[in-house]
C-alpha cells in the first residue's frame, strides 16, 4: 500500500513569488492535514480537509491556502512569498474515526521550501 | 486549550541502554495519543497510537503508556541502539480538533 506521496520534495522560490504544494493520501483515506515545520517553531497546524471541505483552519494568515480534491488528493498555495515562509511543510492523511476525529496519522516525506 | 509538553528536549545514552521519554498534557479529555519518530529533514513515522479506552501498547523494543487521569504518557525504548538515533514526537487527540503536538524530545544513541 502506497503511502501519503508529496511533490516538489525541494523547491527555491524568490520573496513575492507564489507556490503550490501536491499531497497524495493513502487509499482510502479521505482526511488530509498540512503541517509547516521550523527550527523555532516547531509543528504548527495550517489546516485539514475532508471530503473537500475544510474541517479546521489553523493561526495562518490568509496568503496560506488549501483545497481537496474529489479523489482526496490536495493542494495547498502559499502566495507572496516571504523569507519566513521557508519551512518544511508536511502532510498527513487519516480516516475519520466515529467521535469525528482524525484516526492515526501517516505523514509524507515533505516538501523543502527556501525562500530567498 | 490543550498543551502538550515533552520532557527532556533532548537526551543522550549509551547504547544497549533502555531509557524513557516523556509526554504530558493538560487536558484529559483526550480521545487518543500518538508517538512519531522524525529523522533530520524528514517526515513524521508513526510508532504507536493509543486510544483512551487503553493503558499501553507495544511494538518491538517499543512500549507507550496512557495515563489519562494523570495527563501523562511513556515511551520506553528497550536496549536502544544507534539507529533508535531521532527526534519523537507525541501528538494529543482531543476530539475535531486538530492534533497538538509537543515540541519533541532529540534522542542521541551513542555506539
Known amino acids: 500500500k502506497a503511502g501519503v506521496t508529496q511533490t516538489p520534495r525541494y523547491l527555491i522560490k524568490t520573496r513575492g513569488q507564489q507556490v503550490t504544494l501536491s499531497c497524495s493520501p493513502i487509499s482510502g483515506h479521505r482526511s488530509v492535514s498540512w503541517y509547516q515545520q521550523t527550527p523555532g517553531q516547531g509543528l504548527q497546524f495550517l489546516f485539514e480537509?475532508?471530503?473537500?471541505?475544510?474541517?479546521n483552519k489553523g493561526n495562518f494568515p490568509g496568503r496560506f491556502s488549501g483545497r481537496q480534491f474529489s479523489n482526496s488528493r490536495s493542494e495547498m498555495n502559499v502566495s507572496t512569498l516571504e523569507l519566513g515562509d521557508s519551512a518544511l511543510y508536511l502532510c498527513?492523511?487519516?480516516?475519520?474515526?466515529?467521535?469525528?476525529?482524525?484516526?492515526?496519522?501517516?505523514f509524507g516525506e515533505g516538501s523543502r521550501l527556501t525562500v530567498l | 486549550k490543550q498543551e502538550v509538553t515533552q520532557i527532556p528536549a533532548a537526551l543522550s545514552v549509551p547504547e544497549g541502554e533502555n531509557l524513557v521519554l516523556n509526554c504530558s498534557f493538560t487536558d484529559s479529555a483526550i480521545y487518543n495519543l500518538q508517538w512519531f519518530r522524525q529523522d533530520p529533514g524528514k517526515g513524521l513515522t508513526s510508532l504507536l497510537l493509543i486510544q483512551s479506552s487503553q493503558r499501553e501498547q507495544t511494538s518491538g523494543r517499543l512500549n507507550a503508556s496512557l495515563d489519562k487521569s494523570s495527563g501523562r504518557s511513556t515511551l520506553y525504548i528497550a536496549a536502544s541502539q544507534p539507529g533508535d538515533s531521532a527526534t519523537y514526537l507525541c501528538?494529543?487527540?482531543?476530539?475535531?480538533?486538530?492534533?497538538?503536538f509537543g515540541k519533541g524530545t532529540r534522542l542521541s544513541v551513542i555506539a
Open positions: 501528538a494529543v487527540n482531543s476530539g475535531n480538533t486538530p492534533l497538538v
Open positions: 480537509y475532508f471530503s473537500e471541505t475544510q474541517r
Open positions: 498527513a492523511s487519516s480516516q475519520l474515526q466515529g467521535f469525528g476525529g482524525t484516526g492515526e496519522l501517516f
